[in-house]
């Protein structure tokens, strides 16, 4: 059974500060994805990687792909209260048609 | 925004009753997908389908069943439902497999008590 690990599961920090959350598996990801959740709605994807050792940049956050394709991490610079959310990763394996979810970091940015 | 609705948005119902959540989308895409999110639990898939009446089960799929007669629907059935699946329920649908790193775009949840 493959499983995401997602770490820390709450992260409370101040505007401007920086994080990084994380993403683990002990087998290989085909590809993974970040999603982010506001309450009351459906996640929304973030991006997407593929390859191994991958960096992707949306503005302020940064999305890293291990070079064994088992782990990922999103860091967010100088964080904003617009931050605020529940992220999701996200791992395709193999052929399925299905993709396993994490339980999710619930960040909350103070303002 | 995909074009992704479910129906009902909120419904609270009787331990034993039967509950039909319905998921339609306008996009024409072949894969679509029912998830049940929880507290402590994340998102969990319960059925997908990747195709008219093509069909499969996720790792919740105990106590749930699903039929897909046209592309654009997916209904997911609790033939009699618990406590247990008192829960938010997502539909989601993407075009491709999910392995070739396609997007999953979801509806907006319903949010289903069962007392």
């Known amino acids: 059974t493959q499983l995401l690990e997602q770490s820390p599961q709450f992260l409370s920090i101040q505007e401007g500060e920086n994080l990084t959350v994380y993403c683990n598996s002990s087998?290989?990801?085909?590809?993974l994805q970040w999603y982010r959740q506001e309450p009351g709605e459906g996640p929304v994807l973030l991006v997407t990687v593929v390859t191994g050792g991958e960096v992707k940049k949306l503005k302020r956050l940064t999305f890293q792909f291990g070079d064994a394709r088992k782990d990922s991490s999103l860091h967010i610079t100088a964080a904003q209260p617009g931050d605020t959310g529940l992220y999701l990763c996200?791992?395709?394996?193999?052929?399925?048609?299905?993709?396993?979810f994490g339980k999710g970091t619930r960040l909350h940015i103070l303002p | 925004d995909a074009g992704i609705t479910q129906s009902p948005r909120h419904k609270v119902t009787e331990t034993g009753t039967p509950v039909t959540l319905r998921c339609h989308q306008t996009?024409?895409?072949?894969?679509m997908y029912w998830y049940r999110q929880d507290p402590g639990h994340g998102l969990r898939l319960i059925h997908y389908s990747y195709g008219v009446k093509d069909t499969d089960k996720g790792e919740v799929s105990d106590g749930y069943s699903v039929s897909r007669s046209k592309t654009e629907d997916f209904l997911l059935t609790l033939e009699s439902a618990t406590s247990s699946q008192t829960s938010v329920y997502f539909c989601?649908?993407?075009?491709?497999?999910?392995?070739?790193?396609?997007?999953?775009?979801f509806g907006p949840g319903t949010r289903l008590t069962v007392l």
């Open positions: 996009e024409n895409h072949r894969y």
């Open positions: 996200a791992g395709a394996f193999g052929g399925d048609d299905k993709i396993i």
């Open positions: 989601a649908i993407s075009d491709k497999q999910p392995f070739s790193g396609d997007t999953q775009y």
């Open positions: 087998s290989v990801f085909s590809s």
